[in-house]
């Protein structure tokens, strides 16, 4: 996977976290008290409204941490690090879910890379004593997997999560900024990794930076392009729509709908990273004519502010297929003319 740059950077303006206000933070580790028991980590903590979209079951520090793994190289999937701010995090994955659908006999790979948004909340909070209220600008995330992950099973998947958090960056006594990479298991073999890295400001310095941005747009969704083009059965999860001024083909205005309940899950001033990356998905299904092709890795990378009352336009690039069937796709997303996100994925066939 890609390395992630250093949390020394200004931090650029997009959020995929945007934490309930709150002014106390309890402070417990996990959520299975009692062996045999299991239950989720309060929603607070991941920056969900609603309790079905928390897909962490409990979190604890990981045993025998090692200091050696801090200034290491990214882990592969080989690996399982630990370290001085590593975390054992655990997650379950339904089997039905109304967005993250199982589909062909396989997990919806989303689900990854939305545990993974909901750790850096989990652990700001819970572990590095962020408060709530406290807004995540959210610079980049990845991950990168192999299909034995994603094969669905006659029960929901239980997912560990090995977390090692570094690059921590405080000002005074308050997390302004980590990264954090994960490696994800199944039965105790390291299936996938992945890492993301953010910010945090203060509700006040959000206030400077943001002003008094509506959390809600009178823009009317536009038609959502065919579902069957990008591998959703539902138009409401579409987020691409046929775009009128494009010049050529693989291009798609973003769709926003702020009324939806899982992509907005609580009212938010911009368009939420996750609903970006989900674009990307689909724009990279559209673009190959392989709408059941699995995502297998996904890099991405966020510029500026995603604004809920202006047009942003999707282009896709998609590569020549590989000896293995993998198609790179490359996706951008631009409003104004600049550009506010940039996502590599590679497809591959499910039957491959």
């Known amino acids: 996977m890609p390395s992630l740059a250093s949390t020394t950077r200004e931090p650029v303006r997009n959020s995929a976290l945007v934490p309930q206000p709150r002014t106390a933070v309890p402070q417990p580790r996990t959520t299975t ?35 050696a793994h801090r200034s290491g190289p990214r882990p592969g999937i080989e690996s399982v690090p630990d370290g001085p701010d590593a975390f054992v995090v655990r997650s379950q994955w339904p089997r039905g879910h109304s967005l993250f659908s199982q589909t062909g006999g396989y997990q919806d790979p ?8 909901q750790i850096g909340a989990l652990l700001s909070h819970a572990e590095f004593d962020v408060p709530f209220g406290h807004q995540f600008l959210m610079w980049d995330m990845s991950f990168a997997t192999t299909k034995d992950l994603l094969v669905a099973g006659p029960a929901p998947a239980e997912v560990e999560l090995r977390t090692v958090c570094h690059d921590v960056v405080r000002r005074g006594r308050v997390l302004s900024g980590m990264r954090y990479d994960v490696t994800a298991l199944v039965d105790g073999v390291p299936l996938a990794t992945a890492g993301a890295a953010f910010s945090c400001t203060s509700p006040a310095v959000h206030r400077r930076l943001r002003g008094d941005r509506p959390t809600s747009t009178d823009r009317v969704p536009g038609r959502p392009i065919d579902p069957a083009l990008v591998g959703r059965t539902a138009p409401t999860h579409v987020v691409l729509t046929e775009d009128p001024t494009a010049e050529r083909d693989h291009q798609w205005e973003l769709r926003v709908d702020s009324t939806h309940p899982i992509f907005f899950d609580h009212p938010v001033d911009h368009v939420p990273g996750m609903v970006l990356l989900e674009a990307a ?22 510029a500026r502010y995603t604004e809920l009352d202006r047009p942003c336009r999707i282009v896709a690039h998609p590569g ?14 631009f409003q104004d003319d600049q550009t506010v996100f940039a996502a590599d994925l590679v497809l591959s066939p499910r039957n491959g």
């Not at 998905?281 to 966020?302: C, E, K, M, N, Y």
């Not at 020549?320 to 997303?333: E, K, M, R, T």
Request: overall charge negative; aromatic content about 4%.
């Open 320 to 333: 020549l297929v590989d000896a293995a069937g993998h198609i790179l796709v490359q996706v951008c997303g």
């Open 110 to 117: 989303m689900l990854l890379i939305e545990s993974v948004r």
């Open 281 to 302: 998905r689909q724009a990279a299904h559209a673009s190959t004519g392989l709408p059941d092709a699995l995502v297998i890795s996904l890099d991405s990378t966020f």
């Open 33 to 67: 008290g009692h062996a045999g028991l299991t239950t989720t980590v309060p929603r607070e903590y991941v920056h969900r409204a609603a309790v079905s979209e928390v897909l962490l079951t409990g979190w604890e520090p990981a045993a025998d941490a090692s200091p």
